[in-house]
Each structure stands twice: as structure tokens, then as C-alpha cells.
């Protein structure tokens, strides 16, 4: 899955290449990729049409495009392989393309929504006087969010009772963090992905933010984390920070810091990896 830096590339791509542009027409050439919209495929198009896109905005992973002239946006499951690019009219179709929009304008370019796996789709939904799609209203900020509060989030941290690598993809406590970038913060914090979330203090929490932002702002800054060609920015580019990693998928590697070799656990359907020796597990009490 697509995590915050991968889906902020694709929001800065719409930003610049569909942002203020009227959609001349929408076609929907699967159905299930707009599944989420309830009325159906020629609903959500005909929705689309005469309506001029706004900036690109984001909660963490998820990803919308406000109607400018009305109180609804459509919003972006990219869920595990879907790709919003930008294309020339005349490019050759992708061969999972399902959902074409094309603009009333003379730039020659329109916007697709590619799925491989058909897990991902758009749907239109009311906004929220916050701006939020309604649907994603509960979600919490993100960690690069100017408005996120570090202290609140110490807080509700210590009161939810439960392990710091589930509490780091709880949506509702901070949004954006996935699987891969919680790894790779918490071997920068030397912290074990199953410490308790009771008994983190204050700058133990503050500093595992600081590191969740610096990991997160250096895969900003190459692009994201691409390791296939289903994660491509609005051109099509695949980003590089996986050759950065220092945790996720090095299992059996050295550790950067001390040379143990990366280990890596089951984990709620997916997988940890850490440095036993940087990150030592916490005592289990008799």
C-alpha cells in the first residue's frame, strides 16, 4: 500500500497538471473501480462533467480532488496498485486503464486512473465545512501536518494501551504511517516494534516523531518508496528511497548501526523487522 510520501508525490503531480481545469467528460470502463460511489458508473461521470477541479488535498494516505463550484470532491483509493497519471490524448491506453477524464481545455493532456488489481477506485462524496471528504472525517492528522499536535498525540498514545507498532498505524491516532515507514522509524528511535505504548515518556515519544517526520521527508524528497512498477508518480516515475532503506527488507543483512544481522517477525499479516541489538525487545512480565 501506497504510504504518506507516495500518495504526497501524486497529490503534488495533480497540483500541478489537473489543479483549476474543467472536466469535458468522465468515463468509467470498469465498473468496480468506482464501486465506492454508490449511484454507479454513469452517475459519478456525469457528476464529473462541467465541473472545475481544485487543489489536490491529503489526510495521510488518502487523497481527494474538490469540485471548486460545489460542497463535494472525489476521492482517491489507490488501495494496492492504482496509478493516477496524466497522460497525452493520444498515448496508447493503458492496459488496466479504468477510469478516463478529459478536460475543457487545449492542453492536450487528461487524467487516468490505472488498476491492476482493481483493489483501488474514485468516488464522489459531500466535504465536510473542514474539507474533508466525508467519509475520511475521523481520520487523524499526519505527522507533517502544521496542525498536528505532538503533545495530544503523547496523550491519546499512553491512553490507548497498546503496542507502539500498531498504535503508529492506528488512523486514528496519526494518520500517513504504513508498515514500511513505521520500521524504518522506530530502528532510527531504537525502539522495538512491540514496546508498550504505557510507558513512553514524553521525549521518547517526541523523539519517535522526529524520526517518523525525517524518514518520511527523505522518501519525499526521491519520490517515495517503489518497489514494482505498480507505485508511479503522475508521470509515470517510480520513486527510489527503497535504496535507502535501513530496516524494512533487509532481513539477514547487517545493521547499519552495529552490524547484527536484521531480523524479521510475523506481524499482524505482514512483517516487522528490526535489529535485535539497536532495538531490544521489552521484558515480558511474570
Given at each position: ?212 517526520r525525517d524518514v518520511m521527508n527523505a522518501a519525499l524528497a526521491v519520490g517515495g518508496t517503489s518497489f514494482d512498477s505498480l507505485y508511479v508518480n503522475v508521470n509515470g516515475e517510480s520513486g527510489y528511497f527503497d535504496r535507502s532503506l535501513d530496516a524494512y527488507g ?37
Amino acid at each position: 500500500m501506497p504510504e504518506l510520501p507516495e500518495v504526497e508525490v501524486v497529490r503534488r503531480g495533480l497540483e500541478r497538471w489537473v489543479a483549476h481545469r474543467t472536466v469535458a467528460e468522465a468515463e468509467v470502463l470498469h465498473p468496480r473501480a468506482v464501486r465506492r460511489h454508490l449511484a454507479g458508473a454513469d452517475d459519478f461521470a456525469h457528476r464529473l462533467e462541467g465541473h472545475r477541479i481544485g487543489t489536490a488535498d491529503r489526510r495521510g494516505k488518502y487523497l481527494w480532488l474538490p469540485l471548486e463550484d460545489t460542497d463535494q470532491s472525489v476521492l482517491a483509493h489507490l488501495g494496492m496498485s492504482g496509478q493516477l497519471l496524466v497522460q497525452p490524448h493520444d498515448a496508447p491506453d493503458e492496459k488496466h486503464l479504468r477510469i478516463r477524464v478529459r478536460f475543457a481545455d487545449d492542453l492536450h493532456t487528461e487524467l487516468r486512473f490505472v488498476d491492476q488489481r482493481t483493489f483501488g477506485g474514485l468516488s464522489l462524496h459531500d466535504t465536510t465545512p473542514d474539507g474533508l471528504p466525508d467519509v475520511i472525517a475521523h481520520i487523524a492528522r499526519d505527522p507533517l501536518d502544521p496542525l498536528f499536535d505532538d503533545e495530544a498525540f503523547h496523550r491519546a498514545l499512553r491512553r490507548k494501551r497498546t503496542t507502539i507498532k500498531r498504535a503508529l498505524l492506528d488512523q486514528s491516532l496519526i494518520s500517513g504511517v504504513g508498515n514500511i515507514y513505521a520500521d524504518e522509524a522506530l530502528w532510527r528511535a531504537r525502539i522495538h516494534y512491540e514496546s508498550p505504548t504505557a510507558g513512553f515518556t514524553r521525549p521518547r515519544t517526541l523523539l519517535l516523531l522526529g524520526h517518523v517526520r525525517d524518514v518520511m521527508n527523505a522518501a519525499l524528497a526521491v519520490g517515495g518508496t517503489s518497489f514494482d512498477s505498480l507505485y508511479v508518480n503522475v508521470n509515470g516515475e517510480s520513486g527510489y528511497f527503497d535504496r535507502s532503506l535501513d530496516a524494512y527488507g533487509r532481513e539477514g543483512l547487517p545493521c547499519r548501526r552495529c552490524g547484527t544481522p536484521v531480523r524479521r517477525r510475523p506481524w499482524m499479516n505482514r512483517s516487522s523487522y528490526f535489529c535485535p541489538k539497536c532495538q531490544r525487545a521489552p521484558r515480558v512480565s511474570s
